[in-house]
């Protein structure tokens, strides 16, 4: 058996590829992968734990209703940035407004995180997969000042590594820093992430289609046509129709097809006209490791990595997946 690589020791080896070499961005990632293994015990208790499961009773600043997990969540990811020191400012899917963090310590860091603490929260209470989607920039703003909003409004190519947290069967932590993507699974028997999905490559085309089917008929004509005349039929030279796996959870119907092919679709609707993903925690992270594995994500007009952001929580319409999936589903919009 050749010996395991855990993800610190990684992370360590492949410092000198980073942009910036100074060690901040290992400590930043070695924290993020603490946090994630904080809230993957959480997760794996939260059906024994009362103060764990169901709502919070409080609405997000996108009018959705907080679990008690997504705020546990938020918050061990929020106080491993404070305490760090790498990271000068976060903005997270369930706070109003981005976060400056005020000591002098902090202020010297030279990142800032954008992050969904726990994305697929309707599934958190029916032991479904759900994950932590997160998104690192280097910051504008001069080191030693208050992180900004200008920190936080950057475009995803300027994304300088991004990843995800998966707590599904096993718990898995799949980040790039634009190198390529890796795969490290948490061993709950050492409690160490171990890499045992290295260079992860999305394959060209796939047969996986994800889409919240419920809204077909509130969404373009262009996208009924795309499931209905093109997924859901046997086209000439294939076997059967594509198959339609839709969890619900963008991390895991993501991590799927990423491993085997296949693509994700959330367009805009009557009742979302912008889409419901958000583009800096959501869209901007999964795109950027999607092209770094060889996929595409795109609004399904544009690629998402060269939007502007205009708001902090900003959505789009999102498509993302195998290269070829990807194209082909762009084909049908006019
Ligand atoms: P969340 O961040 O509030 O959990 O919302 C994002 C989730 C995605 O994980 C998932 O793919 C989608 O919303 C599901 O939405 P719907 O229930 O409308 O299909
Ligand atoms: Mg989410």
């Not at 992430?193 to 260079?199: A, E, G, Q, R, V």
């Amino acid at each position: 058996m050749s010996r395991v690589v855990t993800l610190h020791e990684f992370i360590m080896d492949r410092q000198a590829d980073f942009p910036y070499a100074s060690g901040e961005l290992s400590r930043l990632l070695s924290d993020i992968a603490i946090a994630a293994k904080m809230v993957s015990m959480d997760v794996r208790r939260a059906g024994l734990m009362e103060n764990i499961l169901g709502a919070e009773g409080n609405t997000n600043v996108q009018g959705e209703e907080q679990q008690k997990l997504d705020v546990i969540a938020d918050k061990q990811f929020i106080n491993m940035f404070r305490a760090g020191g790498e990271v000068c400012g976060i903005a997270s899917e369930e706070n109003d407004d981005f976060m400056a963090f005020e000591s002098e310590f902090s202020r010297k860091g030279k990142y800032v995180v954008l992050f969904d603490p726990l994305d697929g929260s309707s599934n958190i209470d029916v032991n479904v997969s759900i994950g932590t989607i997160f998104s690192v920039f280097r910051r504008k703003s001069e080191i030693g000042s208050p992180a900004t909003l200008e920190d936080m409004m950057q475009s995803g190519e300027e994304q300088i590594a991004a990843g995800y947290v998966l707590y599904g069967s096993s718990t898995m932590l799949v980040y790039t820093t634009g190198k390529g993507v890796n795969g490290f699974t948490l061993d709950p028997m050492i409690g160490e992430f171990c890499l045992s999905h290295p260079d992860m490559k999305m394959p060209e085309n796939g047969r996986i289609y994800a889409m919240n089917e419920g809204n077909i008929n509130i969404c373009e004509g262009g996208i009924k046509e795309y499931i209905e005349n093109y997924c859901q039929k046997t086209l000439p030279g294939a076997e059967r129709p594509y198959s339609g796996r839709y969890i619900g959870s963008l991390v895991a119907d993501f991590h799927r097809n990423l491993i085997k092919g296949g693509i994700y679709i959330y367009p805009d609707t009557t009742t979302d006209p912008e889409g419901k993903l958000r583009l800096l925690y959501e869209c901007n992270p999964l795109a950027f490791i999607a092209e770094q594995a060889g996929g595409l994500a795109t609004t399904g007009r544009e690629r998402v990595l060269s939007i502007q952001p205009e708001r902090l929580h900003q959505r789009i319409p999102f498509f993302i997946g195998s290269k070829q999936m990807v194209e082909e589903a762009m084909s049908f919009l006019k």
